[in-house]
């Protein structure tokens, strides 16, 4: 989390001065920055863009039970 505040920020401040405040090194901050994306975590981002795909496609109206139909439905 400390690091992704940074990467948000990171056009507008100095990195050296955002990682003094959030008390991480430089060098980790740049090797989180760095590494690449995990397969889970690309699987997590197109299973949450399914989901609002879905709730949109109802108007909001879309809970639980019918999300997980439509996912499985999908595929």
């Given at each position: 989390?400390?690091?992704?505040?940074?990467?948000?920020h990171e056009?507008?401040?100095?990195?050296?001065?955002?990682?003094?405040?959030?008390?991480?090194?430089r060098s980790?901050?740049?090797?989180?920055?760095?590494?690449?994306?995990?397969?889970?975590?690309?699987?997590?981002?197109?299973?949450?863009?399914?989901?609002?795909?879905?709730?949109?496609?109802?108007?909001?109206?879309?809970?639980?039970?019918?999300?997980?139909?439509?996912?499985r439905h999908?595929?």
């Open positions: 989390m400390k690091y992704a505040l940074i990467r948000c056009g507008e401040h100095a990195i050296a001065l955002m990682c003094g405040l959030r008390s991480v090194s980790g901050y740049y090797e989180w920055r760095d590494r690449p994306t995990r397969p889970r975590t690309k699987a997590d981002e197109s299973l949450v863009e399914a989901i609002r795909r879905i709730t949109n496609d109802h108007k909001g109206g879309a809970g639980s039970p019918r999300i997980t139909w439509a996912l999908e595929g």
